[in-house]
Structure formats: C-alpha cells, structure tokens
C-alpha cells in the first residue's frame, strides 16, 4: 500500500512539472502537449483508442500463449532428445543473432498487413527467451531427485512428467516474465511496419496529423497494457512456481 | 526370495581411488550395519546397489547373489532427504507408485504416516516440516516401496533420541526378512539394530560379531550397551 502511495505521489509530481515546464516554456501543443490535454484527448477519443488498443491486445495476448506453449514443447523437445539438441540449438542460438524487430518487414511480407504478423512477432519475442530459461531449467535437474525416481522403476517419461518438467517450471515462468515487456513492442513495430488497425497504427496516425495529444494518450494506454500483462504474467508465474523455489 | 549382495573391488571416481580393493558381504535377509569414518566411501557403496553408478568406475564386481538385476528390487533412503517441495507429505510418500504409474495406496500410507508420528503433517509441503519430520517423511516413503532390498544412508541422524529409539524399532519391524544395508555413525545404533556389523577403512571392511539376540535389541540393555561401549572403543583405536 505504502508503495503504491509513493509510486502515485511520484506520477502526480511528475505529471505537475511536466505541465508547468510546457507553461513556463510556451512549447506549442504539437510539440509536447500538457498533460492536461493529453487527459481531455484520452476522455474524448476513448472509443477510438479503447478500439485500436483492443486490437493490440489481442495481437500480444495471442503471440504470448502461442508463443509459451511452442516455448513450453520446444524446450522439453531439446531436453529429452539427443538428436533434437544437435540439430536444433545451433539453429537456435544463430536465430538469436537476428534482431526480432529486423524481421517485422517480413513478416509482413508474409503473412499481410493484418492480425497475424504482428501475433507472429510476439510469438518470437517470446518464444526464444521462453525456450532457453525452460531448457536450462530442464536440464539442472538435481541429480538426487532423478537417481530416487529411477531407484522407484520410473521410466524416462515418467522422470520428465513428474520430476523435471515441474522441477524447471520456475525457469519457464522467469523466461515468460522476462520476455513479456518486449512483447508489446513486438506488435507495435508491427503495426508501424503496415497495419490499418492497432494503437501503433493510430500513433502513427497520428503523428503524421501532428495530433500529438493522441499520440500520448495512445502511449500511456499502450503503457498501461503493457503493466497489466506483465502483472498477470507475475502472477501466473508465481502460481507455477509455488513451493518449487 | 530376498538376495545377498556383495562387492568386491576397488571404486574410483575419476582417476581418484576412493576405497579398494575390499570385500565386503550383506547376508540375506539380514540387517547390516556400515560404519566408517566421513569420506571413506559409505555413500559410493549405497549408490552402486542402487544402480545409481554414473560416474564412478568400479574394478571386479557386485550384486545380488542369485546374478539377477538390482534395480527393480531396492529401495533407497539417500542421506538428503530428497522430498519434493511441489508435493506435500502425502504426495511424496506415495510417490513410488505414482513413478511407477501405479495407484497410490492411500490407506497404506496414512497407517506409515501416523506410525513415523507425522499423521497431522500429511497435507502440508516439506517446507512446513523441522529437519526430523522431513526425515521421518523420508523413511516414510522408503518404507511404502515394499523391496526385497533396503538401503538406508544415516537414515536416523536428525532424530532426538526418543523419536530415533521409536523410529529404530519400527524400521526394525517393518523391513524383518529383507536384506538391509544400513549406514551410521552411531555405534549404539549398530549395536540396537544390526545383525551383522561392518567396519569400513580406505582398504578393507572388517565383519564384528553383533551382540546377542535378535535385532531390534532393547536400547537400553545391558548386552547391548556392552556392545556400544566395544565398538566405540574400536572405533576411537581406529581413528
Ligand atoms: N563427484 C565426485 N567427484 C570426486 N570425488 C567425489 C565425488 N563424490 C564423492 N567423492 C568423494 O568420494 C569419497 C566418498 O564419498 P562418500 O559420499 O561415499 O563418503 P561417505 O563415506 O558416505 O561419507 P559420509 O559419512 O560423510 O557421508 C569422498 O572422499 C568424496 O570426496
Ligand atoms: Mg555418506
């Protein structure tokens, strides 16, 4: 409670100095608008941007459930195949070499201007980070929990499902949270590249109608988004990893 | 029919020899104790019956007397305890079974649970339990996995004497006719609970005869306190 208190304290001083530095300063509106206007912006172009921040949502939220469950059988693939390994992790740590935003013209060549590039952005996003905290975790099993199980007449399959894969889910949920922030960002680069929909769609928008106002509220929505997901993914994490840590 | 094991040989672990060449013998149905100093390769010997051999390079041979496989046949309590944080008590208790893909014996279970004193613990994750209770958690688990061939790594050490007395006895009870192999430090436990005790140093395993009367002796008899009083002295000339 004392945090939130002090984190809100924080925001509204930040919010005053910002209004009087745009007084003092005379800066014109389409350079930096006040915080002021950015609220009366945010109030009036509400269903606008609640419309194209839906959209956004939706590109991220898909792209991180695709993306984690890929993650979730990619890493288990690696982990429990000798062949897998071989051929695959050299394959992934050179993907890693190439920056995923680079790939956003692409994948719009690809896939359109629609819904699903900007999910397959997202996907990639967290994908890697995703797989490779969940393969590790996969792989640092503690020695003594596998030689009881298989003292027990486990088998490998068996080992996976009840010793390794929930010995390693903390190691997927910090791959998840830690990739979470980026994918917002995924998306909107996205959208910049060529969408008709999406709040990176209308920041560009509007920038280009010099309406910098509601390029600001866009942001502090996309912002907002962003947190949100982010608490959710903490959560779920912390679920996943309870009494595992 | 519950086998003999015996080794015979000179183990390594990496180019570094740690006991060897010795021999040693655990009887048939018999409970066995090891003792020997920290280091001297107590554990290695437990981890090889296991068939938990990965990394160590043993010269000659051990096994079961009748040839067969070990595996399947051993159940094992390590010296960590080895519970599963994710599951609580009652999880990790049945959790051969579940290994296994087996149904887990509930009944069974909670009779074990209540006889090692932790009948109102079942519901809660290890992390709620002292050292003791996770201990006794341990034994629990070992004594569900109904084996021919029992293997306990300081299986007591973190019980006050009283829970360690009960604990000695009902082992005793629940694993009678299996052959046990059973490390300690404590020569009054040997001399409560073996039927044969076994001496190690870095190069051979001495056999001492057990004091009279069948295992579990009373702890606090007079035969029995005769014994400690000799093995501790032979151990202290030993050191
Ligand atoms: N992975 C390893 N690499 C190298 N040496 C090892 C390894 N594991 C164990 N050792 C050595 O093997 C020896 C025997 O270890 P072991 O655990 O069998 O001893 P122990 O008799 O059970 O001792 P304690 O009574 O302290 O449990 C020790 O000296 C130890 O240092
Ligand atoms: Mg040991």
């Known amino acids: 409670m004392r945090t939130i208190g002090r984190s809100l304290a924080l925001i509204a001083f930040f919010l ?28 009036f172009s509400r269903s606008l941007i609640a419309e194209h921040a839906l959209i956004t949502g939706a590109e991220v939220l898909i792209g991180l459930v695709l993306g984690a469950a890929l993650g979730f059988f990619f890493a288990i693939l690696l982990a429990t195949s000798r062949t897998a390994r071989a051929i695959l992790r050299p394959a992934l740590v050179f993907s890693q070499t190439v920056p995923v935003f680079a790939l956003a013209p692409i994948l719009t060549l690809w896939l359109g201007y629609g819904l699903w590039s900007k999910v397959a952005m997202a996907l ?26 298989r003292v027990m007449g486990a088998n490998r399959g068996r080992i996976l499902w009840h010793v390794r894969i929930p010995a390693a889910l903390p190691g997927f949920a ?30 560009l928008l509007a920038n280009g109608r010099a309406k910098i106002d509601l390029m600001f509220a866009a942001l502090i929505v996309l912002a907002i988004l962003t947190l949100l997901l982010h608490a959710a993914v903490d959560r779920f994490g912390r679920w996943l990893s309870q009494g595992r840590i | 029919m519950t086998p003999t094991l015996s080794l015979n040989g000179t ?14 013998m655990a009887p048939a149905g018999a409970w066995t104790c090891l003792l020997g100093p920290s280091g001297v390769g107590k554990s290695t010997i437990l981890r090889l019956f296991a068939g938990l051999d990965e990394g160590i390079t043993f010269d000659g041979d051990y096994g079961a007397s009748d040839g067969g496989p070990l595996m399947p046949r051993v159940a094992m309590m390590a010296q960590d305890d080895l519970l599963l944080p994710w599951l609580d008590v009652m999880g990790n208790v049945t959790l051969g079974a579940r290994m296994r893909g087996e149904r887990p014996d509930h009944t069974r279970a909670r009779d074990i649970l209540a006889r090692v004193g932790l009948a109102d613990h079942a519901a809660k994750p290890p992390s709620a339990l002292s050292g003791g209770q996770r201990q006794r958690a341990a034994l629990a688990r070992t004594l569900m996995e109904d084996r021919p061939i029992v293997l306990l790594d300081e299986p007591f050490s973190a019980l006050d004497a009283q829970t360690r007395a009960r604990m000695q006895r009902l082992a005793g009870e629940v694993l009678r006719e299996r ?7 404590d020569a009054a436990e040997a001399a409560r609970l073996g039927d044969q005790i076994l001496l190690m140093s870095r190069d051979r395993i001495d056999a001492i005869a057990p004091p009279e009367g069948t295992s579990p002796r009373a702890p606090d008899a007079e035969e029995t306190l005769r014994f400690e009083a000799q093995l501790m002295r032979r151990l202290m000339a030993d050191a």
Not at chain 1, 24 to 40: D, E, K, N, Y
Not at chain 1, 125 to 146: C, H, K, N, Q
Not at chain 1, 181 to 195: C, D, F, L, N, S
């Open chain 1, 124 to 149: 990639l996003i967290i994908f890697f980070p995703v797989t490779s905290a969940f393969y590790d975790a996969l792989m640092r099993t503690p020695e003594g929990w596998i030689g009881l199980a």
């Open chain 1, 16 to 43: 005053l100095l910002w209004e009087g530095l745009v007084i003092v300063a005379g800066l014109p509106r389409f350079i930096l608008p006040p915080p002021s206007l950015v609220a009366q912006t945010l109030w």
């Open chain 1, 174 to 203: 910090s791959g998840l949270r830690l990739a979470t922030v980026y994918a917002p960002i995924g998306a909107i680069i996205g959208e910049w590249v060529g969408a008709s929909r999406g709040l990176g769609y209308l920041m």
């Open chain 2, 11 to 24: 183990a390594h672990i990496g180019a570094t020899r740690i006991f060897g060449p010795l021999s040693m």
């Open chain 2, 179 to 185: 052959t046990v192999l059973h490390i300690t430090h």
